[in-house]
């Protein structure tokens, strides 16, 4: 591999820095779209907000005399043609979906950070050894299948996943539908891993270990692995006055027994890694009518491969007995799977050099949480840049992050792609 350390591109380049003015604009002016009032934002993927946040996008990336593209997955990007003619594309970006009644930094944080390093090299006239593109990823928060639109783009996307969709096949259809796009069109939004030089992404770290450790800034070593179930216990409606305690077989037990249960599975034998039952559907759902079935969304992740796969037996073994003890029968369906995913070493380098560069401290960390860098990692060198979150919040209003913070990762993210750009091999055969 050809590393270019200090040379006379890295001084003519070293003194870039964003325009924290025009962030901050488009900062403010981003989390207006989808506001709930409270500081957050509620923009699920491809929903009216989410369309209209990456309407606006689309106008930003005009304004700035760059070039708009999208696939055949509704991905929003930014080209800029700052590379040879075939030389392949440098990524940049996150999402502008967010959770229902979500944060307004998770995701938007990101995409404007590419926006803007793309702004400065543009202004800056630079020519790289890669194109770069400023990218907004289609349902990273997983309101239809999860990171579906860097899925699609990686060609990791399956016919089969699309069919059985974590929201349901309706749901996918009516948005596909609202944002004009098509199933065909999703699983042909691959591109050649050739074409692209790596990925990187600026994000807010949603837990407090920057804060608590007064660092400035992240460098993520991997990403957890993410897996979803829906599981259905499936009982028997009854009179819920005159049926008898002893003979009910009343769904809600088993479900709720199983939710204890996980909990005390992961506790006890699965350090790091996490399980949660988000939601659960009770039917018929009446005071006096025992519950037949009950539906419920269960998630888990870990960080390696091999506690995850045990994690995954454990609970579909709890799962069963406790369909046993109250006389239910259950019903399970998988609903994504995405494998744990290290980080890549020039990645990491590049963005820890950066930071030092900068004059920013900076630690290794894991991410507990779900980003398309872990889809990105399985076909291109991929990284990502963690900025502290105040109180560790996130998916909530709550979540917020300083602006000093918000503007070091910027140019962390704008460094670590100069570096990116240049510790390439010319043949373009480094692995991810
Ligand atoms: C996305 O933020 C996830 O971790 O679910
Ligand atoms: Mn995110
Ligand atoms: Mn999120």
Known sequence: MMVQTVGPVDEALAGLRVDEDRLRADFDALAQIGATGDGGVHRPALSEAHLAARAWF?????????????????????FLACGPAGAPVLLLGSHLDSV???????????????????????????????????IDFTDEEGTLLGELGSAALAGTLTAAAVREPRCGRAALEAALARAGLTEDGLLAARRDPASLAGYLELHIEQGPRLMDARVDVGVVTGIVGICSYRLTFVGRADHAGTASMADRRDAVLGAS??????????????????????????VPGAFNIVPARVTLALEFRAPEPEPFRRLEEALLERARAEAQRFGLALEVERRGWLDPAPMSEPARRACAEAAGALGLTHISLFSGAGHDAQVLALVCPAGMIFVPSVGGASHSPREFTRWQDCVNGVNVLLHAALRMAFDRDPEGSESP
């Open 58 to 78: 689309r106008g930003r990336i005009a304004a700035a005399g760059l070039e708009f593209r999208t696939d055949g997955a509704g991905n929003h990007s930014a």
């Open 100 to 134: 229902p009644y979500g944060g307004r930094f998770d995701g938007p944080l990101g995409v404007l950070a590419a926006l803007e390093a793309l702004r400065v090299v543009h202004h800056a006239g630079v020519s790289l050894p890669v194109h770069l593109e400023a």
């Open 257 to 282: 027994a199983f939710a204890l249960a996980a909990r005390e599975i992961v506790l006890r034998d699965f350090p790091g890694c996490v399980a949660n039952v988000g939601d659960m559907d009770v």
